[in-house]
């Protein structure tokens, strides 16, 4: 059974189109909504739907953060050498500057949340299926 199967098609913030711009960082299909595209802010804000089973990579951010506000459905979050945090609706999770880290779907959940993020991001390599698998 998937949960929150709603989520594909409406949230509270629109799903976007899928996101091919990233899609060699994630693994499984997520979707895209830029809210905020000002030339003149520094600080990106959009809103990313994963399917079940979809992550991104680790990834770093440098000189900046990321802010994960979650919207919808069930997901994950782990920093490098930390446990794995389980997300729900309403959830905050704030990653500092040169923190390893990825987030996504549970894998029988859509997940979404609104990213607001500052600085440049590094991709690494791709969350394990034996690391996922294990959640």
């Known amino acids: 059974m998937v949960k929150n199967e709603q989520l594909k098609e409406k ?3 629109p799903v976007g189109e899928a996101n091919v711009a990233y899609q060699d960082f994630f693994v499984g ?12 802010v520094n600080v990106g804000v959009g809103n990313v739907t994963f399917e079940p089973g979809c992550r991104n990579n680790w990834h770093i951010h ?20 930390k446990a794995a945090q389980h997300l729900f609706p309403g959830d905050v999770i704030v990653t500092k500057d040169g923190i390893k ?31 996922y698998d294990a959640l």
């Open 11 to 13: 949230q509270l913030f």
């Open 29 to 40: 299909q997520s979707y895209l909504s830029m809210l905020v595209s000002e030339p003149d």
């Open 62 to 81: 440098h000189a900046g953060y990321q802010i994960l506000l979650v919207t919808g459905g069930e997901g994950w979050y782990q920093e490098e050498g």
């Open 101 to 131: 880290h990825w987030h996504g779907a549970t894998k029988d959940s859509w997940f979404s949340h609104v990213a607001i993020t500052a600085g440049t991001p590094e991709w690494l390599e791709a969350v394990s299926n034996a690391l």
